[in-house]
């Protein structure tokens, strides 16, 4: 029988008590860690973390290799499972219900950005983890936890007729590929290029097919060429092979760059018709460069995107849901996280790690 991990209430002072793992210095593992949340307030949700995905920031910011961790971090914002209690002025939520927490938990809520639903852009947006909590001080911690209190307007449906653990990473993952397709117009007649498939190319991959696409996806490796296809790519292409890639060569209406690694980008932007855009939303360590007459000749245009806002992420949820759109996983205990740091440096997950929380009580 699969444990249950349970969230415990202080009836004293309403803290929220809290299990999870943490990074405590850069270079050591994650291990156990206890914490406590704040009180749930009257426009707040808790809840009962079921699963939560591995993205590669959480990596990054464990490890402080993007600079300015403030340890101990608790990462994770690929966060599913079931509300367990709702502040008194709660209207969207109630107890049972499944919701999800993606980058974001709060904002100022009265900038332009946010009137906009663009939350991610508030120059106030308080991330899922490592970022400073308005409410109580201090800093943020993630879902590799037992549950989180969230404002209910930073909290995300999630249909009852989809796999939770699957749904898990449509929370980063899912939002950061849709987003630019959906800003594109992504559809029926165009042709697109998908470089990578990793977590967040296998998204990419899914939502251009489903959106009627022809789907192209670009690889370093041999081995993903029958995965590719399954998951929805008409052409694959090893990006190693010359005549390949020139037979797709200024062809293509639209190229999701979803690499994070470091890579020559001039070789997919020629790949782009005439007035054809590239977005990049993968981070690498160190800056791109780009030959201008590509962009300049060809009026190419190069783009960047990151994740979306918390309107247009209910609006993937809802059409992941309705498509059978989810992520591939590989579902692990918590006390594998480790291990599964390790390999999704290497490339080594097909395609998404998610953290089965009830292991926390094991």
């Avoid at 749930?40 to 079921?50: A, S």
Wanted: aromatic fraction near 6%.
């Amino acid at each position: 029988m699969q444990q249950t991990t349970t969230t415990t209430v202080s009836r004293e002072e309403g803290i929220v008590h809290s299990k999870g793992y943490a990074a405590k210095e850069p270079k050591t593992a994650l291990e156990p860690f206890e914490f406590e949340r704040r009180p749930v307030g009257d426009n707040d949700v808790l809840i009962n973390i079921k699963y939560c995905g591995v993205c590669h920031s959480d990596i990054h910011t464990a490890r402080s290799e993007w600079r300015g961790t403030k340890y101990p971090v608790v990462p994770g914002h690929e966060i599913v499972g079931e509300i367990v209690q709702v502040g008194k002025s709660v209207s969207k939520f109630k107890v049972g219900d499944r919701a999800g927490v993606g980058c974001m938990v709060d904002s100022c809520k009265k900038c332009d950005h946010c009137l906009a639903g663009q939350e991610e852009q508030c120059s106030r947006t308080v991330w899922t983890y490592n970022s400073p909590e308005g409410h109580i001080g201090g800093n943020t911690y993630g879902g590799y936890s037992s549950n989180i209190v969230v404002d209910e307007n930073f909290a995300l449906r999630i249909s009852p007729d989809v796999d939770l653990a699957s749904a898990a990473p449509l929370l980063c993952a899912g939002i950061t590929t849709y987003s630019p397709l959906r800003r594109w117009k992504v559809g029926p007649g165009m042709k697109v290029g998908i470089v990578g498939l990793g977590g967040l190319g296998h998204m990419a991959v899914k939502l251009a097919h489903s959106m009627g696409a022809h789907v192209t996806v670009f690889t370093t490796s041999p081995s993903k060429k029958e995965d590719a296809r399954r998951l929805g790519a008409d052409d694959v292409v090893v990006s190693s092979d010359k005549a390949g890639m020139d037979m797709h060569a200024a062809k293509l209406d639209f190229v999701l760059d979803t690499v994070s690694a470091n890579h020559d980008i001039d070789t997919y932007l020629s790949l782009l018709k005439h007035g054809g855009a590239m977005v990049i939303v993968g981070l690498p360590t160190s800056p791109h460069t780009v030959a201008a007459e590509s962009l300049v000749h060809w009026r190419r245009i190069l783009a960047g995107s990151v994740i979306g806002g918390i309107k247009e992420t209910q609006e993937m949820l809802d059409y992941c849901a309705q498509n059978g759109v989810s992520s591939d996983i590989e579902l692990i205990p918590i006390q594998r996280i480790n291990e599964a740091f390790e390999r999704t440096v290497k490339g080594d997950v097909k395609y998404r790690f998610v953290i089965d929380m009830s292991s926390l009580g094991k």
